[in-house]
């Protein structure tokens, strides 16, 4: 078997919809989570690889599965989070539950409803943010609230990437009970522009998913480390502003991503929010349901 990180697409953590260990985490936590990064980054590649088969996916991935365990050092991302892992008696639990999702995305194509999508997210979305928590200490009553953030931004980008999801994969994370209520078809995303019925369908989705991010607001000022607050905040902001523009667009055809002049404003917006929420007192936060 060749080396996973040879069918990573290129994309780094200055890609992303969301900060990953940016300037405003300590120093001190960057190396851990930019090698969890890039672990994740390398599996999640590897199940959206476009020539590899299903069978070659999964022989990859379960070849960083054994390694992150200590089975073997012919992967060097699985290789250097087992050992940034070790340095901080961290266990791999996180990076092995998002192996889950990344599985998923091998065999699974379609979702029946909000509950299987909430399911998905448990696997390839929560573990970041516990992850996040763990490298900084924080206390697990925090994991019921990140989960909610965590599954709101995953649900984002399926939005977002609906289309190029279904073109480029044939894979659709659009509830199929969601697209049959607005009488919408899974071959409508491969159109150019959406319909009047797919249209009603997304805009429907993001409006759950605002739903679970006013539910997750209030974390950022749960959280003891400061910097981290922060950077939770300005997470927090960029995802409400990308959810007020999928209720409104179209992302078959229209911009539904920030631009960096954006992301600096949002940036901004987040700090200054921060500070201001933890001046107030938080609201007690229940785990996401799987209709909420």
């Known amino acids: 078997m060749t080396i996973a990180s040879e069918t990573r697409t290129?994309?780094?953590?200055?890609?992303?919809?969301?900060?990953?260990?940016?300037?405003?985490?300590?120093?001190?936590?960057?190396?851990?989570?930019?090698?969890?990064?890039?672990?994740?980054?390398?599996?999640?590649?590897?199940?959206?690889?476009?020539?590899?088969?299903?069978?070659?996916?999964?022989?990859?991935?379960?070849?960083?599965?054994?390694?992150?365990?200590?089975?073997?050092?012919?992967?060097?991302?699985?290789?250097?989070?087992?050992?940034?892992?070790?340095?901080?008696?961290?266990?791999?639990?996180?990076?092995?539950?998002?192996?889950?999702?990344?599985?998923?995305?091998?065999?699974?194509?379609?979702y029946e409803d909000w509950d299987e999508l909430i399911d998905y997210c448990r696997y390839s979305a929560m573990p970041v943010g516990r992850f996040m928590l763990d490298v900084h200490g924080e206390d697990r009553a925090t994991w019921a609230a990140s989960d909610i953030l965590c599954a709101a931004l995953q649900i984002n980008n399926h939005l977002q990437d609906c289309g190029k999801d279904y073109r480029g994969l044939s894979r659709v994370y659009l509830p199929r009970d969601a697209l049959a209520a607005a009488g919408a078809s899974v071959e409508e995303l491969g159109e150019a522009k959406a319909s009047p019925w797919l249209l009603a369908c997304l805009h429907d989705l993001a409006a759950r998913t605002e739903s679970l991010l006013e539910q997750s607001r209030a974390l950022a000022g749960e959280v003891r480390d400061f910097r981290l607050g922060l950077e939770i905040?300005?997470?927090?902001?960029?995802?409400?502003?990308?959810?007020?523009?999928?209720?409104?667009?179209?992302?078959?055809?229209?911009?539904?991503?920030?631009?960096?002049?954006?992301?600096?404003?949002?940036?901004?917006?987040?700090?200054?929010?921060?500070?201001?929420?933890?001046?107030?007192?938080?609201r007690p936060i229940t785990k996401p349901a799987a209709d909420a």
């Open 10 to 110: 290129g994309k780094t953590h200055q890609d992303e919809n969301f900060p990953v260990a940016s300037w405003i985490i300590h120093p001190r936590h960057r190396p851990v989570i930019l090698a969890f990064y890039n672990y994740v980054r390398t599996a999640d590649d590897i199940a959206d690889h476009v020539t590899l088969s299903e069978a070659e996916k999964l022989a990859y991935l379960d070849t960083l599965e054994a390694e992150l365990q200590g089975h073997g050092d012919s992967q060097p991302e699985a290789v250097k989070l087992r050992q940034a892992l070790a340095a901080r008696g961290m266990p791999p639990r996180h990076a092995l539950d998002m192996l889950t999702a990344f599985r998923m995305d091998v065999t699974k194509r379609r």
């Open 233 to 282: 905040s300005v997470i927090q902001t960029y995802a409400e502003r990308i959810v007020r523009l999928l209720k409104v667009r179209d992302p078959l055809s229209q911009r539904v991503h920030l631009t960096k002049p954006q992301f600096l404003l949002y940036s901004l917006t987040g700090i200054g929010c921060a500070m201001a929420r933890r001046a107030l007192p938080s």
